[in-house]
């Protein structure tokens, strides 16, 4: 007989123990469960525009009113999830059992009460065989808050310093283009938008940014921006184009529609 070696229940990687997650799926769930009170509770800050304090328009914005945000704010895909994992480990462990608990005065309460039960359960919960689907759903939903809280387009952004010799990179808020930036090995400070410019314009070196940031900065749509980096063959690296080529592409064809 081969001794007890298991996968995770998550992400195959071999777990020895009597634990069905991995370390780092473990470590994962633990973060998820953590931070998804936190995201419930932002998402009132983004049911209506100009309320997040960016100027980034997304499709669900446009028709003035975010439903996604909403269906997060009042934790309607959060809370049977939790509680329906709060009851199994309540029978299982002969806690109170639901029916017997008082209701949390409100929603943003219910979540964070949910959330510590969870935390405060989970080395028990690890060990049971279900917790693969948990850390599943429980994955799906935190994704959800990020992206209604759009914190995945917060991401920091590097562009190489235009400083002639210096070698570092510099971080950028795209979203921010009239505030400072300073590099941080040559002390030199532009605002985000006049550090571009002279990115764009140092002939020595590539400029790469993602798909978001190129959109927010050329206003330019995706699909744009696309057909330009294929009509154009515009260079890519890592899923990151370079905005100077694009930059020069749409100028020139500007140009040869004016002539
Ligand atoms: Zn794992
Ligand atoms: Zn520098």
Not at 115 to 137: N, R
Not at 201 to 214: H, K, Q, S
């Amino acid at each position: 007989m081969i001794g007890a070696i298991m996968e995770c229940r998550a992400c195959q990687r071999e777990v020895n123990g009597e634990l069905f997650l991995c370390n780092k799926c473990s470590l994962n769930l633990r973060d998820n469960l953590n931070e998804i009170p936190a995201l419930q509770f932002e998402a009132a800050n983004f049911l209506t525009p100009g309320r997040s304090g960016s100027g980034f328009v997304s499709t669900e914005r446009s028709i003035g009113f975010n439903v996604a945000a909403m269906d997060y704010s009042i934790a309607s895909d959060i809370l049977p999830l939790l509680h329906d994992y709060e009851a199994k480990i309540r029978r299982g462990r002969k806690l109170t059992p639901p029916a017997l608990l008082q209701r949390q005065p409100s929603i943003d309460l219910e979540v964070a009460a949910t959330a510590s039960f969870h935390l405060a359960h989970l080395d028990w919960t690890l060990k049971q065989e279900w917790v693969g689907d948990f850390s599943a759903e429980v994955k799906k939903i935190h994704a959800k808050g990020l992206s209604v809280t759009k914190k995945f387009i917060e991401k920091p952004r590097r562009i190489p310093c235009p400083t002639d010799g210096c070698k570092a990179h510099v971080v950028i808020d795209i979203e921010n283009l009239l505030s400072g930036v300073t590099c941080l090995k040559c002390k030199a400070s532009w605002t985000l938008y006049r550090l571009i410019q002279l990115a764009m314009d140092n002939p020595n070196r590539r400029f790469w940014l993602d798909m978001e940031a190129i959109c927010l900065w050329l206003n330019m749509t995706k699909r744009e921006v696309l057909k330009v980096v294929k009509v154009h063959k515009i260079p890519k690296r890592n899923g990151l184009y370079d905005i100077a080529a694009i930059v020069k592409k749409r100028h020139d064809e500007f140009h040869e529609k004016n002539l």
